[in-house]
Nanobody, 127 residues
């Protein structure tokens, strides 16, 4: 069992930066691939970024590539999402998720492949 708790969301102006954190419980954190998803009002949950268990592979949605960076610190059981140059369309609830295995972009972008989810943190970007 893995429990995930997100933090770091807030209200910022367009162009600002935020760093989201996701703290995980359990001693097997380092064996899980981690992903960030988001859901805006009235829209489906969408993939944002993911990182393999070792941190050696990162994946990004086209909409955030070059602006967002995912990283992990296995010693701290934490995954991060650094978000720069935020836009109003980035406004959403951001969720982190953990999955076993995963070997390809399609694996990591599929929300159905994740085993555990956090409660989410709200990010609001004003224009």
């Amino acid at each position: 069992q893995v429990q995930l708790v997100e933090s770091g969301g807030g209200l910022v102006q367009a162009g600002a930066s935020l760093r989201l954190s996701c703290a995980a419980s359990g001693r097997t954190f380092s064996s899980y691939g981690m992903g960030w998803f988001r859901q805006a009002p009235g829209k489906e949950r969408e993939f944002v970024a993911a990182i393999s268990w070792s941190g050696g592979r990162n994946y990004y949605a086209d909409s955030v590539k070059g602006r967002f960076t995912i990283s992990r610190d296995n010693a701290k059981n934490t995954v991060y999402l650094q978000m720069n140059s935020l836009k109003p369309e980035d406004t959403a609830v951001y969720y982190c998720a953990a999955r076993r295995g995963g070997f390809s972009y399609s694996d990591y972008t599929d929300s159905g492949g994740y085993n555990y989810w956090g409660q989410g943190t709200q990010v609001t970007v004003s224009s």
